[in-house]
């Protein structure tokens, strides 16, 4: 059964960074196309962002409010997709999850882990 | 950006009775529309892809329809467990979510 487990989530100030991991198994991470994914307090769901896979080149996308400041990346040695967010802002505070695709679609999910950007 | 609108935002409903959901996009999304059910504290759970493929593991009380603008979930007979946060989720421009659907007890 796939595996996505996030870590990295805390308290930060505004302007600062953090960088989110999330550690998968069970799967060929190489080859999947990953995505992370928001969801602010008691809100709905936000893409942020996506990684192909490196066999597909391993370029990276984001959504209008994030880039610039966010950068999505992986390791297939470790099997670890990240997320560095940097500048951040108090409408960045969510739980954020990492997710594999299937065909466009949001396939598996991590359980999530909550950043909270406050002075 | 394409905006998915749910409704209604609030269904009561009974279990055992059928319950009917929709998502209307702004514009054209042709079939590339997908359902995720959220519960509380848990990660979404992928439902329905392409607009009417259950995925891996769905019951099959669980049934998608729709394409171009205008699309429904339908759940036939709620169980107690479908109580939920219903998401629907397009792919033909980037990646938009609407803005739920929650299905509560009556």
């Known amino acids: 059964e796939v595996q996505l487990v996030e870590s990295g989530g805390g308290l930060v100030k505004p302007g600062g960074s953090l960088r989110l991991s999330c550690a998968a198994s069970?799967?060929?991470?190489?080859?999947?196309?990953m995505h992370w994914v928001r969801q602010a307090p008691g809100k709905g769901l936000e893409w942020v962002g996506r990684i192909k896979s490196e066999t597909d080149g391993g370029t990276t996308d984001y959504s209008a409010p994030v880039k610039g400041r966010f950068t999505i990346s992986r390791d297939a040695s470790k099997n670890t997709l990240s997320l560095q967010m940097n500048s951040l802002k108090t409408e960045d505070t969510a739980v954020y999850y990492c997710?594999?695709?299937?065909?466009?679609?949001?396939?598996?999910w991590g359980q999530g882990t909550l950043v909270t950007v406050s002075s | 950006e394409i905006v998915l609108t749910q409704s209604p935002a609030t269904l009561s409903l009974s279990p055992g009775e059928r319950a009917t959901l929709s998502c209307r996009a702004s514009?054209?999304?042709?079939?590339?529309l997908a359902w995720y059910q959220q519960k509380p504290g848990q990660a979404p759970r992928l439902l329905i892809y392409d607009a009417s493929n259950r995925a891996t593991g769905i019951p099959a009380r669980f049934s998608g329809s729709g394409s171009g603008t205008d699309f429904t979930l339908t759940i036939s007979s709620l169980e107690p467990e479908d109580f939920a946060v219903y998401y629907c989720q397009q792919r033909s421009d980037w990646f938009t979510f609407g803005q739920g659907t929650r299905l509560e007890i009556k």
């Open positions: 069970a799967f060929t991470f190489a080859n999947a196309w």
């Open positions: 997710a594999t695709e299937i065909a466009g679609w949001f396939d598996s």
């Open positions: 514009q054209s999304v042709r079939t590339y």
